[in-house]
């Protein structure tokens, strides 16, 4: 065929071709479901996969060529805390970067209780990354009784259940409680039965963050699988860990506690970070009955000289039961009262301040910071033994526990910037804790079929077109905690319900982003 005849038939081969808008090309493709990579093509048009395969015979605006790289699902983060975070960063950098493309939000009973108007704003900011959202019960309590420190009455029960009822209705995925902070701690077990019973009726799950993830870790497993059998909801179990040096090796009872609810028919899942220290607030140093009833009353009772000795005392007997004599593993990653803590221990910060070294004034250094409005702090308290024999079990998810990232501020968890990557590089390309494909099934289609995160998590036609393109052999957490504000690398590609986020590594400004909303949305 000569050229001039070629050109002559060029328009009409390119009508015959089918077209899409984004080609991707050779890649290395792990669909989600836990199958083993093959190689192929995947097109993509407006916002769906349209098709997957081999030597796919599309014309595309836009081909990439995956060779030797990994083409993946976006990465679904099931436990997040974005919540004011979303208009000062919304390109959500340390989430694009680590391959997350969808996150779930209102965790440990933290949420906004108006979730339509949630979702309006969602809508107004344009986010880099979608958006699903629990209800978050430490929130509808302080909505009806404040911080107080008793048992709801039955009428304030009934302004609950409707405050959960109508979360449901505006696309809230299910209920969270977080039961180590002030005021989930002051709550019994029944209340929560109610309200997970309203989130049942319209189909959502139960997400905990146990009362206890230490000492009477058994008990706290055992309080959210009761929630989850009387109230016939799906269990997640936040952040599952053993804290606390006397609790390393726990992990074996604790996950053999989940296979036997999981045979007796609760659906319980776990999610996990791939880290050794946790990160929350300072205050869970204290006795719970210290914290009610706000700022004010935390700073009155501490005022007091009988109050401070029995703190001081409850802090010495917890520090003891880790078989510490410091307050070392307690490390102040945000102080707004004096950025100078910021990455420093509380046992370096009592000797800055010219205190002697024992316990007993560290305790009291502590409760300097509770009384000027409290710390984030990260605590170094599990081993790596169980962290990857929790790894290792088939349901179990992968999440960060973290808001997005502002680039320098303060010294947080470097869990916000690498969860993933971490996973990636560190345990399954150096240490084989488990394969390539059982880790991005984790991160992908395990999630969002839990949280009936319909058309995500799979490389398959009619799927939202979110997708990550990595190299196996580079991806890599590059955040520490000496230096936590460090972007993953190795990730070269994202795209979000079909548009390119990451080009060749680099953020585009792409926000195209969406709320997801839960199956009981009217």
């Given at each position: 065929?000569?050229?001039?005849?070629?050109?002559?038939?060029f328009?009409?081969?390119?009508?015959?071709?089918?077209?899409?808008?984004?080609?991707?090309?050779n890649?290395?493709?792990?669909?989600?479901?836990?199958?083993?990579?093959?190689?192929?093509?995947?097109?993509?048009?407006?916002?769906?996969?349209?098709?997957?395969?081999?030597?796919?015979?599309?014309?595309?605006?836009?081909?990439?060529?995956?060779?030797?790289?990994?083409?993946?699902?976006?990465?679904?983060?099931?436990?997040?805390h974005?919540?004011?975070?979303?208009?000062k960063?919304?390109a959500?950098e340390?989430?694009?970067?680590?391959?997350?493309?969808?996150?779930?939000t209102?965790?440990?009973g933290?949420?906004n209780?108006?979730?339509?108007?949630?979702?309006k704003k969602?809508?107004?900011?344009?986010?880099?990354?979608?958006?699903?959202?629990?209800?978050?019960?430490?929130?509808?309590?302080?909505?009806?009784?404040?911080?107080?420190?008793?048992?709801?009455t039955?009428?304030?029960?009934?302004?609950?259940?409707?405050?959960?009822?109508?979360?449901?209705?505006?696309g809230?995925v299910?209920?969270?409680?977080?039961?180590?902070y002030?005021?989930?701690?002051?709550?019994?077990?029944?209340?929560?039965?109610?309200?997970?019973?309203?989130?049942?009726r319209?189909?959502?799950?139960y997400a905990?963050?146990?009362?206890?993830?230490?000492?009477?870790?058994?008990?706290?497993?055992?309080?959210?699988?009761?929630?989850?059998?009387?109230a016939?909801?799906?269990?997640?179990?936040?952040?599952?860990?053993?804290?606390?040096?006397?609790?390393?090796?726990r992990?074996?009872?604790?996950?053999?506690?989940i296979?036997?609810?999981?045979?007796?028919?609760?659906?319980?899942?776990i999610?996990q970070?791939?880290?050794?220290?946790?990160?929350?607030?300072?205050?869970?140093?204290?006795?719970?009955?210290?914290?009610a009833?706000?700022?004010?009353?935390?700073?009155n009772?501490?005022?007091?000289?009988?109050?401070?000795?029995?703190?001081?005392?409850?802090?010495?007997?917890?520090?003891?039961?880790?078989?510490?004599?410091?307050?070392?593993?307690?490390?102040?990653?945000?102080?707004?009262?004096d950025?100078t803590?910021n990455?420093?221990?509380?046992?370096?910060?009592?000797?800055?301040?010219?205190?002697?070294?024992?316990?007993?004034?560290?305790?009291?250094?502590v409760?300097?910071?509770?009384?000027?409005?409290?710390a984030?702090?990260?605590?170094?308290?599990?081993?790596?033994?169980?962290?990857?024999?929790?790894m290792?079990?088939?349901?179990?998810?992968?999440?960060c526990?973290?808001?997005?990232?502002?680039?320098?501020?303060?010294?947080?968890?470097?869990?916000?910037?690498?969860?993933n990557?971490r996973v990636?590089?560190?345990?399954?390309?150096?240490?084989?804790?488990i394969?390539l494909?059982?880790?991005?099934?984790?991160?992908t289609?395990?999630p969002?079929?839990?949280?009936?995160?319909?058309?995500r998590?799979?490389?398959?036609?009619?799927?939202?077109a979110?997708?990550?393109?990595?190299?196996?052999n580079?991806?890599?957490?590059?955040?520490?905690?000496?230096?936590?504000?460090a972007?993953?690398?190795?990730?070269k590609?994202?795209m979000?319900?079909g548009?390119?986020?990451?080009?060749?590594?680099k953020?585009?400004?792409?926000?195209?982003?969406?709320?997801?909303y839960?199956p009981g949305?009217?």
């Amino acid at each position: 065929m000569n050229k001039f005849l070629l050109i002559l038939l060029f328009p009409a081969l390119l009508k015959a071709q089918e077209r899409c808008d984004i080609l991707i090309r050779n890649g290395k493709i792990i669909d989600g479901t836990g199958n083993n990579w093959y190689y192929g093509d995947i097109a993509v048009k407006g916002d769906m996969i349209i098709k997957t395969g081999r030597g796919l015979a599309f014309y595309a605006a836009r081909v990439i060529d995956a060779g030797g790289l990994i083409v993946a699902p976006g990465f679904i983060d099931v436990h997040t805390h974005i919540e004011g975070d979303e208009e000062k960063v919304p390109a959500a950098e340390s989430f694009i970067y680590d391959g997350v493309t969808t996150v779930v939000t209102g965790n440990c009973g933290a949420s906004n209780v108006d979730i339509a108007a949630y979702f309006k704003k969602l809508d107004s900011i344009h986010l880099s990354i979608n958006v699903a959202t629990l209800i978050g019960h430490n929130d509808v309590r302080k909505s009806v009784m404040g911080r107080a420190n008793r048992d709801a009455t039955p009428e304030e029960i009934r302004l609950m259940e409707l405050l959960v009822e109508r979360a449901m209705k505006e696309g809230a995925v299910g209920l969270s409680t977080g039961l180590i902070y002030i005021p989930g701690t002051y709550t019994k077990t029944p209340e929560i039965i109610d309200l997970a019973k309203v989130a049942a009726r319209y189909h959502g799950v139960y997400a905990s963050h146990m009362r206890n993830e230490g000492d009477k870790v058994r008990d706290a497993i055992n309080e959210a699988l009761t929630i989850g059998r009387e109230a016939k909801i799906p269990v997640e179990i936040s952040h599952f860990k053993v804290s606390g040096q006397q609790n390393w090796g726990r992990s074996k009872e604790t996950l053999g506690i989940i296979d036997a609810a999981r045979k007796e028919g609760i659906e319980v899942t776990i999610d996990q970070y791939p880290y050794t220290a946790s990160s929350t607030s300072i205050s869970t140093l204290l006795p719970d009955e210290i914290l009610a009833d706000g700022q004010d009353s935390i700073v009155n009772r501490l005022q007091r000289p009988e109050v401070k000795k029995y703190v001081v005392r409850y802090m010495i007997q917890q520090l003891k039961k880790r078989k510490l004599k410091h307050f070392s593993y307690a490390v102040v990653a945000s102080y707004k009262a004096d950025s100078t803590y910021n990455g420093k221990s509380i046992e370096q910060i009592n000797l800055m301040q010219g205190r002697k070294h024992r316990m007993k004034e560290e305790a009291a250094t502590v409760i300097d910071i509770m009384m000027n409005g409290g710390a984030g702090a990260v605590f170094h308290g599990m081993s790596e033994d169980d962290v990857t024999r929790i790894m290792q079990y088939p349901f179990n998810m992968f999440a960060c526990d973290a808001a997005i990232r502002v680039w320098n501020e303060g010294m947080p968890h470097p869990r916000g910037y690498g969860t993933n990557a971490r996973v990636l590089g560190k345990y399954v390309r150096e240490e084989k804790v488990i394969s390539l494909e059982e880790a991005v099934r984790r991160m992908t289609s395990l999630p969002a079929q839990k949280f009936q995160l319909n058309h995500r998590g799979m490389l398959t036609p009619g799927m939202f077109a979110d997708i990550v393109i990595f190299d196996e052999n580079k991806v890599k957490d590059m955040a520490t905690f000496e230096k936590p504000h460090a972007y993953s690398v190795g990730i070269k590609y994202v795209m979000v319900n079909g548009k390119i986020t990451v080009d060749e590594g680099k953020h585009t400004g792409t926000r195209n982003g969406m709320p997801i909303y839960g199956p009981g949305k009217e």
